[in-house]
Every structure is written in structure tokens, then in C-alpha cells.
């Protein structure tokens, strides 16, 4: 059964009903003349105990809103209890004030109340010895114990679990929190990531149709077979561009278990995942589209690690589309294979006074991405009178 909603944890409802209650505990001893005085006075009236039980009450109405006054209070009439003689029923209930005292009062409270009350302890402890000429004297300062401290190492216990259930929980908060950051995170470089696949896979296709379309358009009185070769780029161009979209669609789309092109551990096919060794084939299209591209090699070639593979494909691919674009009809490539890095150079002249094909800027920004992303260097610029793009990849091998 729950209680209702005014008798929940940590509401005003539920304090004064423990108040109410212990208030009615020692009613019950007293009426029923089992509230004994711990030291007797046979000359103090019985009732005179009542009003010290129900201030002490008052005290524990007070636990949560007010802990020191709370204890203030219930010290109060513990001591008017005790001059009287010291009543059970008062005694018990100022348990509970230290209890609370301790779980909800400032840290230094309960600091104090563990030592006052182990001094007390101790203390009735040595009188009890000094007082009756025996170690059974010991037996006086039991009553303090009982009443004192353990009620405080009780509180402080309860304290303590609730401070660790506390910052477990704001531990795990603030856990939930990083994790979420850290998705967000992976989303937006799995965005990066896709946008700069996209702008290398349709963007350089598309422009080599603008290219041959803007030509066929432009120039009149073009000859048939003039007409045949630039629409010949222009479908190839369509085609390879229509094909590496497809590619990519089946990457993003969900993979299916029973499909048995899904790759293990979530790679790319191979199939989308162009290759340095591929760039003759990229370079003829180039060509085709009406660019002289001379290639010079450095090195010996050798095997790439994917994530290199591909950054130089896709690097290689967008200089040479701005060379068509912006540059004047020719560009050199070089591919310098070096111990411990791959360093691709691609330099042009630059079109002056014409307007070209027009662009977004994203190939620059896309290209020092990937080579960022690779801990490797990239440079964009005017070189000694011609456009160069210059990026060196490292590869992880050598020193």
C-alpha cells in the first residue's frame, strides 16, 4: 500500500505525524503509569513531565525545516526533563531529534554531536568508575551511549548512504550527459564525413557535364563529331557519377541480415572505397573532359591504409576538378611515395578574367578535412604564379 500523497518522503505531512505520534507514545506510558522516572523524586507531580514530552515533540516536528533549531528545542526540554528527574518517554523521543540532527542538519552538526556525545560517554563513564570504587561503574555512562550515541553513529550512517546515493546518482547524470554529447558528436562527424563524400562523388561528375554542356551550348557550328564526343563525356560522366551514388546509398541504407554483401564489423564495401591505385582510371575521365593532366611518380608504390587510400583518391579527384573548372586546360600531378608518408601535389594556371564553372567552396574545406582527419598537412594557394594544392598523408610506416 502507498501512503498518500501528503504523508510522502520529505513532506511537511510526514513530520507532523511523527511528531503527532510520539507525542501520543508517551501519552499512552504516562496514562498507563508505565513512564518511570529514571532518577526518582517522589515529590514531583507526574504531570509536570508533560510539558518537557511535549515541547520535545515540537522538536521532531521540526527535523527538516529547521535541524539546528530542531535540536536547540529538544536539548531545551531534555535538560528540564532531566532536573525534573528524567522521564522514559522524554528520553526516547530525544533519540529521534539526534537522529535527525545528523541526517538532515549542516555537516558540522553531526561533526559536534559525535564528539560532544562520545566525550558525555566517556566521561560518565570514568565518574561511574571513580564513583562506586569499581570497573562496573562503567554501567553509568551506558545511558548516554543508548541515548546519545548511537542514535548519532545511526544518523551519520544513514547520512553517509544517502550522500553516496546522491552523487552516484548525479555520477550517473552527469555519465548520460557525456554520452550524449559524445553521440552527438559521432553524428555530426558521420555528417561531416557523408557530406564530403557526396560533394567528392556528385560535385566532380556534375561539373564535367557543365563543362561539355556549357561548350555544346557556347560554341556554335559545332560538327557532329564534336558534338558526339563531348555528349560521350557527358554520359560517362552521368553514369560513373550515377554508379558511386548508388554505392553510397547502399552503405547508408540499414543493412540486411540475410544480405551477404554487408561487410562484417559495419566497413565499406569495397567497391565504394576508391583507391590511389585507381587514380589512371580517374585521370583518363579528366582527360576526357577536355584537361592535359601530365602525371609524374616518385617512389615505389605501395599498400595505403584505407583511410589514406581514400583521402588521396578523393584529394587527387577534387584538384583535378578545380584544375578543369578554374585552371586554363592543363595540370600536373605528382605522387611522391615516401617512407613514412604519401604527399599528392597538383599545380595549374589559373583563368584570368573568365568566369568558369561556378562553385561552393566545400572541395577546399572537404580536402583539408580529410588530410586533418589523418593528422596529415594541407596547403591551397597561389605558387609562384600557379594554383597548387599540395597534401602529405602519412601512412604510418617508417619513422
Known amino acids: 500500500m502507498r501512503p498518500p500523497p501528503w504523508l510522502g518522503s520529505g513532506t511537511p505531512g510526514r513530520d507532523l505525524t511523527l511528531a503527532g505520534a510520539s507525542l501520543a507514545g508517551g501519552l499512552v506510558l504516562y496514562g498507563l503509569g508505565m513512564q518511570p522516572q529514571i532518577v526518582p523524586h517522589p515529590d514531583v507531580p507526574p504531570a509536570l513531565f508533560l510539558p518537557p514530552l511535549l515541547v520535545m515533540c515540537v522538536a521532531v516536528g521540526l527535523r527538516r525545516v529547521a535541524p539546528r533549531t530542531s535540536l536547540a528545542v529538544g536539548t531545551g526540554a531534555l535538560l528540564v526533563d532531566t532536573a525534573l528527574g528524567n522521564s522514559l518517554g522524554t528520553v526516547v ?22 564528539r560532544i556525545t562520545v566525550a558525555l560517554s566517556l566521561i560518565g563513564a570514568v565518574v561511574g568508575v571513580l564513583g562506586f570504587g569499581q570497573w562496573r561503574g562503567v554501567a553509568v555512562g551506558v545511558p548516554v551511549v543508548l541515548a546519545g550515541l548511537l542514535p548519532v553513529l545511526t544518523g551519520i550512517s544513514v547520512r553517509q548512504y544517502r550522500d553516496q546515493a546522491a552523487a552516484e546518482r548525479a555520477r550517473a547524470e552527469q555519465t548520460a550527459r557525456l554520452v550524449e554529447l559524445d ?25 564535367a557535364v557543365a563543362i561539355h554542356a556549357t561548350a555544346v551550348l557556347s560554341v556554335p557550328g559545332l560538327e557532329r563529331g564534336q558534338v558526339e564526343s563531348a555528349l560521350r563525356v557527358i554520359r560517362e560522366s552521368s553514369v560513373q557519377g550515377l554508379a558511386e551514388m548508388r554505392q553510397m546509398i547502399e552503405v547508408l541504407r540499414e543493412p540486411d541480415a540475410g544480405d551477404e554483401r554487408t561487410p562484417v564489423g559495419g566497413s565499406l564495401p569495397e567497391a565504394v572505397t576508391a583507391r590511389l591505385a585507381e587514380a589512371d582510371g580517374l585521370i583518363e575521365r579528366i582527360r576526357a573532359a577536355g584537361l592535359v593532366v601530365r602525371v609524374h611518380t616518385d617512389g615505389t608504390p605501395g599498400t595505403l591504409p584505407v583511410g589514406v587510400d581514400l583521402a588521396a583518391y578523393r584529394i587527387v579527384q577534387e584538384s583535378l576538378t578545380n584544375a578543369l573548372k578554374h585552371g586554363t586546360g592543363e595540370a600536373e600531378l605528382t605522387i611522391a611515395y615516401r617512407p613514412a608518408e604519401v604527399v599528392l601535389t597538383v599545380e595549374n594556371p589559373v583563368r584570368r578574367g573568365g568566369a568558369g564553372v561556378p562553385g561552393a567552396g566545400a572541395g577546399l574545406i572537404g580536402m583539408r578535412e580529410r588530410a586533418t582527419l589523418l593528422a596529415g598537412r594541407f596547403t591551397a594557394g597561389p605558387h609562384d604564379g600557379r594554383w597548387q594544392v599540395r597534401a602529405a598523408l602519412p601512412t604510418g610506416v617508417g619513422g
Open 93 to 114: 523521543v530525544y533519540t529521534q531529534v539526534l537522529y535527525d540532527a545528523c541526517v538532515y542538519g549542516p555537516p558540522r552538526l553531526w561533526r559536534w554531536l559525535l
Open 183 to 207: 553521440r552527438r558528436q559521432a553524428v555530426s562527424d558521420e555528417r561531416a564525413r557523408m557530406a564530403r563524400e557526396l560533394h567528392d562523388v556528385v560535385a566532380n561528375h556534375l561539373s
